[in-house]
């Protein structure tokens, strides 16, 4: 009953005792015996003396609550523990410094098939969350304790989630078309069958966003499904269906396309060509996504037609009579629709994946007008023509040098990162053009060969540099170098 | 030993030198460096003309450096070290030169010193004078202290809250002029209380414990040698260090359990617990740092090292000093064995008995499992039962660690809850704040 007198003490206390002056009230066992110890005179001592008698009783006698454990213990490893210099590296990085080549490391790590220890775990997938593209390798080094212990967090959840259903039924949109990809990437038709589950009741925003998800495994069996959203009462809605149609060569869309074509663009076998502008823009065309006005600089209405409709038909059709690309890109700039022609072909070639065809497009890059085109077209070429397709354009001047790391994302070739390491040396130099975007430059860093460190290290020598910032980003750069260079081998270190 | 990078992270003394620590942390920016099995050395490039001399006795570990910086380790020390714990073998060996071979024989040399007593001449009437007049200060503070004390009994917690923080800083800055720091701290402490979900319980619990000193110094004479000492520490009078030197030392091999951290204004008081793995008997060492002044980072968390520990006089002795101790530490791979909720918390029983102002009391849990219940920490072990952890705990660290398993954990207990310190497990030692 010793709690009881506390609380009878505690209200006392809380209201005064000027209210009126309640005698001490009783108390009970070991409590009672001090209480009646209580030889105070005056009637705020004697309630101070019961206080501290009651309070410290009760803060001595209290109990820890009980209860069963709340989760079951986490599965075994059946991977390895990385070793102490792996982890070292890894704290570094953690901590956030050289943070920029952990997606590359952990890639590595993951490559030989080794986890991280359990108490660098969380700060992994707090980066896992960040940075989208490493999440995969950075849940498998993790470990089943990751998978364990995300699946109790609030926010890294999410990693583990995207598996479940729990995403797609009520994730926000962009868990959702998260969810749709995973889906559609193991089984597409599991995917559209969900999606076509829900589409009914979707805004047309959701709509567009979920359309975008059956990028990944998209093929003929979408295309019932498209060929309904043409019909769609939404712009937003309408677009996104024609384009993945017109990626698909064996669509009704793009058969439509080519008939549209017949009349207006024929190919000999010596590339020669015969062009005439549409005249005309009907409903049916509209229907397949064919934009009535131009947005392109220097490109007008019905040029811009012609294009629409060639950016559909895969460029290796106009070869059918056997004229090889670069014939037809000769003759093509001949004519007055050059620049419609070699845009057209250009997004075709990105769309159907044509090597060739963006082999010859780029052997004349003039002419390019937009970076997501090129972008994409090199995005079909092995990872070495990429490269040195990216060195060619780079003497153009048309790619910036510090969005090469976008467009090659990882382990360059090291005649590649020496291309680059000069043409920085040179940007260096020129130091008021290159101040707005040094801040790509650690970018670059995670991407270039840390194994051709020292001969960077040559064409970048921070002491050659006049102007301090210059020096020192030459100088930040190849620390990087360096350390990805060492955290790499770390890896293969006995643990 | 050998350090890792979160070992030597732990070292900064501020969010600010470790990260300017990691970005000087590259060999591009040192001219020179070396190492020996017992120290670092190297020099730094700064804004200046002359680079920065760094030296680093890992037996200690000290750090020294020549950059005008008031923080201690500054971003340079902290630069070096961590190039060591990252790639130790990479690290140049060589012979110290001059300018750190004379520090580490300066080192040598003052140890030595301090390991001889020393002959003060004091002045032993005016100190007698002194320690006089403070006596009959405090006395008057408290005097006006329990006249207060009855003020709030009569107007009630309820009337005294609503007078805000101020209430409390001003009888607060009246016990520091009144030269009784302790019972200020307390009385502080209760400005915080008014704002916590349960305030009336907290804010009574500590008014209960203010007048619990302020009676045992009425009645000082009557209590035994060791309870007057812990009264007289409560009150804010310090034992001097020669007096606690003259206390009975404790030889043992000492482990460095856990280290916790506070900011009390502009002072911050680092709690370093110690385990004697002979006599068992736990240790506090306090260190105190006001403003800029450096911590103390020559106790480490997960190491052990031998040496005399001399306890501050009490009824319940935890607070110690070194008397003497070695300089070599080695690694303590694993926390010792610990006990259940139940048990740690029948400990803290008998020792508020013993000492009932005790604030932190450490706290060694054997098979204790975490788990987050909604957000709020716990920490359950063998017997069943479970200790909240404190709501500024960040427990996914120590889950992770645990993997849902039992690891032996320390940490400080308040009589509500356990903020966490250190764990072990696996033969591997995390510190956990």
Same mark, same amino acid.
């Given at each position: 009953m010793s709690v009881h007198m506390r609380e009878q003490v505690a209200k006392a206390a809380l209201l005064g005792l000027e209210r009126g002056r309640p005698e001490l009230p009783a108390a009970s066992g070991a409590l009672a015996a001090a209480v009646a110890g209580i030889s105070s005179s005056e009637v705020e001592a004697r309630w101070l003396d019961a206080a501290a008698l009651a309070c410290m009783h009760a803060h001595a006698g209290r109990l820890p609550p009980t209860g069963k454990p709340l989760a079951a213990p986490c599965p075994a490893e059946t991977r390895p523990l990385c070793g102490r210099g792996a982890r070292n590296y890894l704290s570094t990085m953690l901590s956030g410094r050289f943070e920029v080549a952990l997606p590359g490391w952990i890639v590595d790590l993951d490559a030989a098939g080794l986890r991280v220890p359990e108490v660098q775990v969380p700060g992994l997938l707090s980066l896992a969350c960040k940075n989208r593209k490493a999440a995969a390798a950075a849940r498998r080094c993790c470990g089943e304790v990751g998978r364990w212990i995300a699946l109790q967090h609030p926010e890294w959840r999410a990693l583990e989630a995207a598996e479940g259903d729990d995403a797609w039924t009520d994730g926000n949109i962009n868990d959702r078309a998260e969810w749709l990809k995973a889906r559609r990437a193991r089984d597409p038709a599991a995917g559209l069958r969900a999606l076509q589950d829900v589409w009914a009741g979707?805004?047309?925003?959701?709509?567009?966003?979920?359309?975008?998800?059956?990028?990944?495994?998209?093929?003929?069996?979408?295309?019932?499904?498209?060929?309904?959203?043409?019909?769609?009462?939404?712009?937003?809605?309408?677009?996104?269906?024609?384009?993945?149609?017109?990626?698909?060569?064996?669509?009704?869309?793009?058969?439509?396309?080519?008939?549209?074509?017949?009349?207006?663009?024929?190919?000999?076998?010596?590339?020669?060509?015969?062009?005439?502008?549409?005249?005309?823009?009907?409903?049916?065309?509209?229907?397949?996504?064919?934009?009535?006005?131009?947005?392109?600089?220097?490109?007008?209405?019905?040029?811009?037609?012609?294009?629409?409709?060639?950016?559909?038909?895969?460029?290796?059709?106009?070869?059918?009579?056997?004229?090889?690309?670069?014939?037809?890109?000769?003759?093509?700039?001949?004519?007055?629709?050059?620049?419609?022609?070699?845009?057209?072909?250009?997004?075709?070639? #990105?769309?159907?994946?044509?090597?060739?065809?963006?082999?010859?497009?780029?052997?004349?890059?003039?002419?390019?007008? #937009?970076?997501?085109?090129?972008?994409?077209?090199?995005?079909?070429?092995p990872q070495p023509e990429r490269e040195s397709a990216l060195v060619k354009l780079g003497e153009f001047e048309h790619i910036n040098l510090y969005t090469w790391s976008e467009q090659v994302p990882a382990a360059w070739s090291e005649s590649f990162t020496l291309t680059a390491a000069k043409l920085l040396h040179a940007e260096l130099t020129k130091w008021d053009r290159v101040r707005w975007s040094i801040n790509r430059l650690p970018r670059m860093g995670a991407c270039m060969n840390a194994a051709a460190l020292e001969k960077v290290a040559r064409l970048l020598d921070p002491t050659g540099f006049n102007v301090p910032e210059a020096a020192a980003a030459a100088h930040e750069l190849l620390e990087l170098l360096r350390f990805r260079s060492e955290a790499h081998d770390a890896i293969k270190e006995k643990p | 030993m050998s350090w890792s990078v979160e070992q030597v992270m732990a070292l900064a003394p501020d969010a600010q030198v470790a990260g300017d620590g990691r970005k000087l942390a590259s060999p591009g920016k040192w001219p020179s460096r070396g190492c020996t099995d017992a120290a670092l050395w190297g020099e730094c490039q700064g804004s200046g003309k002359n680079p920065y001399q760094v030296r680093i006795d890992l037996q200690g570990p000290a750090f020294k450096c020549s950059c005008p910086s008031r923080k201690f380790p500054c971003k340079h020390s902290m630069a070096l070290f961590l190039m060591y714990a990252e790639a130790g073998d990479k690290f140049p060996k060589g012979e110290p030169p001059p300018w750190v071979e004379e520090w580490l024989q300066g080192r040598a040399k003052r140890a030595e010193k301090a390991a001889q007593p020393k002959a003060e001449v004091v002045d032993k009437a005016a100190q007698e004078k002194r320690a006089a007049r403070r006596e009959d200060r405090v006395t008057a503070g408290i005097a006006r202290l329990k006249l207060q004390l009855a003020d709030i009994m009569r107007r009630g917690l309820n009337a005294i809250r609503s007078e805000g923080y101020g209430y409390w800083d001003r009888t607060a800055a009246a016990l520091v002029d009144a030269q009784a720091p302790g019972l200020a701290r307390m009385v502080h402490e209760l400005a915080g209380a008014v704002a916590a979900e349960n305030w009336h319980e907290r804010l009574l619990d500590g008014v209960a414990r203010i007048h619990l000193a302020v009676r045992a110094f009425e009645n000082i004479e009557t209590l035994p040698p060791g309870m007057q000492a812990d009264v007289r520490a409560q009150i804010g009078w310090n034992t001097p260090r020669e007096e606690v030197l003259q206390q009975p030392p404790v030889s043992d091999i000492w482990q460095v359990l856990g280290q916790s951290l506070k900011h009390e204004d502009k002072l911050r008081? @680092?709690?370093?617990?110690? !385990?004697?793995?002979?006599?068992? !008997?736990?240790?506090?060492?306090?260190?105190?740092?006001?403003? @800029? @002044?450096?911590?103390?980072?020559?106790?480490?968390?997960?190491?052990?090292?031998?040496?005399?520990?001399?306890?501050?006089?009490?009824?319940?002795?935890?607070?110690?000093?070194?008397? @003497? !101790?070695?300089?070599?530490?080695?690694?303590?791979?694993?926390?010792p064995t610990g006990r259940t909720a139940t048990q740690a918390t029948g400990e803290y029983a008998a020792a508020l008995s013993a000492l009932p102002w005790i604030e932190q009391f450490p706290v060694l849990l054997a098979d204790a499992i975490p788990a987050c219940d909604n957000g709020a920490w716990r920490v359950q072990t063998a017997d069943e039962c479970w200790l909240p952890a404190a709501a500024s705990f960040d427990g996914w660290k120590l889950l992770a660690f645990s993997r849902g398993g039992p690891v032996t954990l320390f940490g400080e207990w308040d009589g509500r809850a356990l903020a966490p310190l250190s764990a072990s497990a696996r033969g591997e030692f995390v510190r956990l704040a």
């Open positions: 979707e805004g047309s925003r959701e709509k567009a966003t979920l359309l975008n998800s059956l990028k990944v495994g998209l093929s003929i069996a979408d295309e019932e499904f498209l060929e309904a959203a043409l019909d769609d009462k939404r712009k937003e809605v309408r677009q996104p269906a024609a384009k993945l149609l017109g990626m698909l060569a064996e669509s009704r869309l793009v058969q439509r396309m080519r008939e549209r074509l017949k009349p207006l663009l024929q190919v000999d076998k010596r590339g020669k060509l015969a062009v005439t502008l549409p005249t005309a823009l009907d409903k049916a065309a509209e229907r397949d996504g064919i934009e009535s006005s131009s947005r392109i600089k220097g490109l007008g209405d019905k040029a811009s037609w012609l294009m629409q409709m060639v950016a559909c038909i895969p460029p290796a059709e106009w070869c059918a009579a056997g004229a090889a690309p670069a014939a037809i890109l000769k003759s093509a700039d001949k004519t007055e629709w050059a620049y419609a022609l070699r845009l057209g072909w250009s997004i075709a070639a #990105g769309i159907h994946g044509d090597a060739r065809w963006v082999t010859a497009l780029l052997e004349k890059p003039a002419s390019f007008s #937009g970076f997501d085109v090129v972008g994409k077209m090199l995005q079909c070429l | 008081v @680092q709690r370093t617990w110690l !385990r004697g793995e002979k006599t068992g !008997r736990m240790a506090l060492s306090l260190h105190f740092a006001a403003g @800029q @002044q450096p911590l103390d980072v020559s106790l480490v968390p997960g190491t052990v090292l031998s040496g005399e520990l001399c306890f501050y006089p009490g009824a319940y002795p935890l607070r110690a000093m070194f008397r @003497q !101790r070695d300089t070599e530490s080695a690694e303590l791979p694993a926390l």
